[in-house]
């Protein structure tokens, strides 16, 4: 069925390396893609958005990268820090289907000092 | 600005109790959601509303419904509790084509 999943389930990385998280998506009718990172506790919380008009979009530290040809989707974090260490979703907004967003299964970053 | 509030925090129910979930938004979005996250896993679509007025079921709707109250409050009922509806309820907001915002949760367990 339609989906939005991830590659791995945890990413284990030492302080100052870049990150990248992974997402694959099935349904090429969706437009919009945001990234999203959980902390223990608390609510998901936007980092970064990419629209399916785009290939690539950079933040403050972040860069998301979407391959429409493979429906592929990642999030690099460069110079990880300890503060990055989180839940990292990717959601997906289906432009057929009335503003529905859907999330993936999520990644779980540890960041080693 | 508040964002998006969700009442209660916290709730403990017995099996076959019901229950409403609150959450209002006060950045005039259109668009409302409420997921589930079960331990460890992600965030599962339960209904959704487009717009004020409308109402959808997403991926998980079975035991649940919502109202639109208005644009600002979108809320959760649950009308006959079982254990594995425990879960922490997000409620989130958003305009079309921008991200949404969510509320901290309430965490839910059904005994």
């Known amino acids: 069925g339609e989906s939005v999943g991830l590659h791995l389930p945890t990413l284990s990385v030492q302080e100052g390396d870049n990150s990248i998280i992974n997402c694959a998506y099935s349904n090429s009718a969706s437009d919009y893609f945001i990234w999203y990172k959980q902390e223990s506790g608390k609510g998901p919380q936007f980092i970064i958005d990419i629209r399916s008009n785009m290939d690539k979009r950079q933040g403050q530290r972040v860069t998301v990268l979407l391959n429409k040809t493979v429906k592929h989707l990642s999030l690099q974090i460069a110079a990880t820090q300890p503060g990055d260490s989180a839940v990292y979703f990717c959601?997906?907004?289906?432009?057929?289907?009335?503003?529905?967003?859907?999330f993936g299964g999520g990644t779980r970053l540890m960041v080693k000092p | 600005n508040a964002g998006v509030t969700q009442t209660p925090k916290f709730q403990v129910l017995k099996t076959g109790q019901s229950m409403t979930l609150q959450c209002a938004q006060d950045?005039?979005?259109?668009?409302m959601y409420w997921y589930r996250q079960d331990p460890g896993m992600g965030l599962r679509l339960i209904y959704y509303?487009?717009?004020?007025?409308?109402?959808d079921k997403g991926e998980v709707p079975n035991g649940y419904n919502v109202s639109r109250l208005n644009k600002r409050e979108f809320s959760l009922r649950l009308e006959s509790a079982a254990p594995s509806q425990t879960s922490v309820y997000f409620c989130?907001?958003?305009?079309?084509?921008?991200?949404?915002?969510f509320g901290q949760g309430t965490r839910l367990t059904v005994v």
């Open positions: 509303s487009a717009s004020e007025g409308t109402t």
């Open positions: 950045m005039n979005h259109n668009s």
């Open positions: 959601a997906e907004r289906r432009i057929n289907a009335g503003n529905m967003l859907t």
């Open positions: 989130a907001s958003g305009s079309p084509g921008y991200e949404a915002f």
